[in-house]
């Protein structure tokens, strides 16, 4: 067990009288009394309508919630309200709740799970966010199914999503790990996903880097696929839009940084590996939903002008200087005839990636000088796609996905280069 | 009178041999100091180097910048600036040890001042270049976070934080050797006091709108500039 997590004495007097569990459900929470419970009713439901006789618990992390989301957990009525609803299940269903800490933390609240799972022995676990508004009981099945009846590690999500949503998955985070890891997940980086107590056992045991603490799902995704454990993924239904979320800055620190530390961390598991695969899918693939235009970006486009013009003594350290050129030449274009190619924006990441690798500079400012770049991708993207149809929007993420397959051999030059 | 300088001359050459005779052993003395100052100086060296390349210095200087501020400077890795610098100390001081042996009559107190300032001298530099490395991390630092705030003059504020480092530093330095005290701290006074006048003055004349902007947005109805921004996950 990772020396760091202490487990509380009333913690553990909670596990014990749990016993032995086949399926653990984890909410992290932090002031969210007004979304969890309705997440907690989603959770019994399905392990009454799916997981009958199954041994079950519910377990919540709390950051050190101030707005009583512990006591709304604690106050809620349990089998009564499933069986209000018409469904009954043959045992009791377990919820726990603990405090891990005073302020939220993803990583510290991920490793309280991960070793409660390992004492309660749970064959399949899944986290799900309680600032979900849509969770519905056919997620919490599809999550941990294929880790219970199967042999999945690790389960990755997949959602119906508008097609301007998730932007940074669709043009950097998917595209790049698949090319490097060499695995077609899809949301790596996800609120949800589910896992085995063989993975859980295995994350249990390494220590988890200050750097992914924020979104350690990834972390667990290539510890999978680097162990050689069997990934998949599980269709689980819209993504409502989220209310509120980091910022583009904090959220390419959160998942490039995690990215970006994993490829340096576990670069004994691709540096040879050539080609991608696919992973098995349950439920329909990824869908894409038709949405208007979202307001004009211009002041994206600005911001990456004024980006390319103020860091320019920065980008010489992460950049050669072919690609700091070609990347001054496109900030003079007008924003009309602006294009951030896909092939530069390849050749751009895999030089961050290498920089980051090398830490040719200190690591969090490489990771803050890729957002000025990133709004003029994303720029770019809303230029070209504005009106496209979502099938036209699949077809171009696939032609990225493809040329980052292609570049990798560049990036491995890179990433051996001396300086 | 031709015996006078015929015992002039022998006297003199006896003094000479005489001072000789005294002198060469002197010398022996202290090339053998220099040359063992230079067998000790290289040891300390290679040992330094070997320190430094197992505790990984180059990697934590590329981190913090400091690597940078040496390439810009035309100088090697920074385990070599130090182990160079542990070189050349070493063998200064054994020279300087070296040279007072010969016993040259004022050189001696010249030769111990230089050995009373030699640590001030190495503090003072250290201080210099901690400066550099401090200015350069922070005012980069300053740079992205304005840069991707889309603050005015993300360029302004990162010199005006390396300078404001550079000037404190060189102070600290000059002040460390103990160079015209008083003349460096109200230098510094007036420049460091100057500066931060001239940034009140030009943001209050140059930047009005900037300045009621602001006002305006920090008193008023906040609006987030970045509100329409996509949410990126």
């Known amino acids: 067990m990772a020396e760091e997590i202490f487990l509380g004495d009333d913690f553990l007097r909670q596990l014990m009288s749990v016993g032995e569990v086949d399926l653990l459900v984890a909410l992290p929470t932090y002031n969210n009394a007004g979304t969890v419970v309705q997440a907690i009713q989603a959770i019994e439901d399905s392990y009454q309508q799916n997981f009958v006789r199954d041994r079950v618990v519910i377990l919540n992390v709390d950051g050190g919630s101030t707005d009583h989301t512990t006591e709304a957990i604690l106050n809620m009525n349990g089998r009564k309200a499933g069986a209000h609803r018409g469904i009954t299940s043959l045992r009791t269903v377990h919820r726990v709740t603990t405090q891990y800490g005073r302020t939220p933390s993803q990583g510290l609240a991920l490793q309280t799970v991960l070793a409660a799972a390992d004492l309660l022995r749970a064959r399949s676990c899944a986290m799900v966010s309680p600032a979900t508004t849509n969770l519905d009981p056919s997620w919490i099945a599809n999550l941990l199914k294929p880790a219970y009846r199967q042999d999945f590690a690790f389960v990755a999500p997949l959602y119906a999503r508008s097609k301007f949503q998730g932007l940074l998955a669709r043009n950097l985070l998917y595209p790049m790990s698949r090319a490097v890891f060499g695995l077609r997940i899809r949301e790596m980086y996800s609120d949800e996903w589910g896992f085995s107590g063989r993975l859980a056992t295995n994350c249990l045991g390494q220590k988890l880097d200050e750097a992914v603490r924020a979104r350690p799902e990834a972390w667990m995704a290539v510890t999978a696929i680097c162990t050689g454990m069997k990934c998949c993924q599980s269709f689980l239904g819209p993504k409502a839009p989220p209310t509120s979320g980091p910022d583009i800055v904090e959220a390419i620190r959160q998942t490039v940084g995690n990215l970006f530390w994993c490829f340096h961390n576990f670069q004994d598991h691709w540096l040879d590996r050539t080609g991608t695969e696919g992973v098995p899918t349950f439920g329909s693939d990824h869908e894409l939903m038709p949405e208007d235009p979202p307001a004009s970006q211009d002041k994206s486009f600005e911001l990456f002008r004024s980006g390319v013009k103020g860091m320019d003594t920065v980008l010489p350290s992460i950049l050669t200087a072919d690609t700091h050129a070609q990347i001054r030449q496109i900030a003079a274009l007008e924003p009309e005839k602006f294009r951030f190619s896909s092939e530069l924006w390849v050749r751009t990441l895999y030089e961050f990636a290498a920089s980051y690798h090398r830490a040719t500079i200190a690591r969090d400012h490489i990771l803050q000088s890729l957002v000025p770049l990133y709004r003029g991708q994303l720029y770019s993207f809303l230029l070209e796609h504005g009106q496209s149809s979502p099938e036209e929007i699949e077809a171009d993420s696939e032609g990225l996905c493809l040329e980052f397959e292609r570049q990798k051999p560049y990036l491995i030059e890179r990433w051996k280069a001396k300086s | ?233």
Do not use: C
């Open chain 2, 1 to 233: 009178m031709k015996d006078t300088i015929v015992q002039g001359l022998q006297q003199a050459y006896l003094n000479l041999f005489h001072m000789i005779a005294e002198f060469l052993p002197r010398l022996v003395v202290m090339l053998v100091i220099i040359l063992s100052g230079l067998l000790v100086a290289y040891a300390l060296k290679y040992a330094v180097r070997a320190v430094l390349r197992l505790s990984r210095l180059d990697r934590l200087s590329e981190e913090a910048g400091a690597s940078r501020v040496l390439r810009m400077a035309a100088l090697p890795s920074m385990t070599e600036v130090l182990s160079r610098s542990v070189f050349w100390i070493t063998l200064l001081g054994f020279i300087l040890i070296g040279i007072s042996i010969l016993n040259i009559a004022g050189l001696q107190e010249q030769i111990s001042r230089l050995l009373r300032l030699l640590p001030e001298i190495v503090v003072a530099m250290l201080i210099l270049f901690l400066g550099l490395v401090i200015a350069n991390f922070l005012s980069r630092a300053a740079l992205l976070a304005a840069v991707n705030a889309g603050a005015a003059s993300p360029k302004m504020l990162s010199w005006s934080i390396r300078f404001g480092i550079w000037i404190l530093a060189i102070a600290m330095a000059l002040d460390e050797l103990g160079v015209a005290r008083q003349t460096v701290i109200a230098a510094f006074s007036i420049v460091f006091g100057a500066f931060m006048l001239g940034l009140a003055i030009a943001f209050g004349l140059g930047g009005q709108d900037l300045a009621r902007s602001f006002l305006e947005r920090s008193l008023g109805e906040k609006k987030d500039d970045k509100a329409d921004e996509l949410q990126p996950l």
